[in-house]
């Protein structure tokens, strides 16, 4: 049997197709926009963690960090390195001497740590205000003062002590910063914790046989001497850190 349509149902036909084939035209367009909308917001979020991680990573390394290995410059004199090497003091202590010096050498090197009674994590951010230990890298001794009288200027003497296995509190040092941390962009003073005197250069400087290397006192007041910097070395970073080893290197 011959089936036939009403006008009215070809026009009720020719509209549902034409409907439906309006839906299929859409539903890309509109599942494109939402796709487009998501990579919009994943890629704010990638970059928003991104740039809260890099900042993180930023200050961090822009501060002076427990464990990291440096050279201290003195501010009064810029070439100066605090130094040591294994020649002991002929008056004073006998303890091993440290001086300032110009030579780039690695009898320049001290590494940053905390005291027995409170060790710091490597790599955590040194606060201004914190007790630290300098440990000299080449003779594993520790930047140390007592109330013996200094070569040169008969002022309080600075010397190298100790080991790993031995240390005092001769060998404590207050850090005086601005800041919240210890910058690497910015001088700090060093009090000796057991006298309360400053790490400083006398002006002083020594003949033979480590002639022309300047005098390393603890001063009763500090002043543009007693402020040091740090200039070359090998930064640890923070556990978590991205960055290969975890440390950034400076002038070796």
Not at 149 to 166: C, I, N, R, T, Y
Request: aromatic share 8%; charged share 20%.
């Amino acid at each position: 049997m011959r089936h036939t349509h009403s006008p009215s149902q070809k026009i009720d036909c020719i509209k549902y197709l034409k409907n439906s084939q309006d839906e299929d035209n859409l539903s890309p367009t509109h599942a494109n926009l939402v796709s487009n909308w998501l990579i919009r917001i994943s890629l704010a979020i990638v970059l928003i963690s991104h740039f809260t991680i890099t900042q993180s990573l930023a200050e961090a390394v822009s501060h002076v960090t427990c464990g990291s290995v440096v050279k201290l410059a003195n501010e009064a004199k810029t070439k100066v390195r605090l130094h040591s090497h294994d020649i002991k003091y002929g008056s004073g202590s006998g303890q091993q001497s440290v001086t300032g010096a110009e030579n780039q050498d690695t009898n320049s090197y001290w590494t940053i740590l905390g005291t027995k009674e409170q060790l710091c994590q490597r790599g955590t951010p040194i606060e201004c205000g914190a007790t630290v230990r300098m440990q000299h890298v080449q003779t594993r001794k520790y930047l140390h003062s007592h109330l013996f009288k200094s070569p040169l200027s008969s002022q309080q003497e600075v010397s190298a002590f100790g080991g790993d296995e031995e240390s005092d509190t001769g060998d404590h040092w207050k850090v005086y910063c601005s800041t919240k941390y210890w910058q690497k962009a910015n001088p700090v003073r060093l009090k000796h914790i057991d006298t309360g005197a400053w790490l400083s250069l006398s002006g002083n400087t020594y003949g033979r046989p480590i002639y022309g290397q300047f005098e390393v006192i603890c001063a009763r007041e500090s002043d543009s001497n007693s402020n040091w910097k740090v200039v070359e070395g090998v930064y640890v970073q923070p556990l978590g850190s991205s960055t290969e080893d975890s440390a950034t290197h400076d002038e070796l």
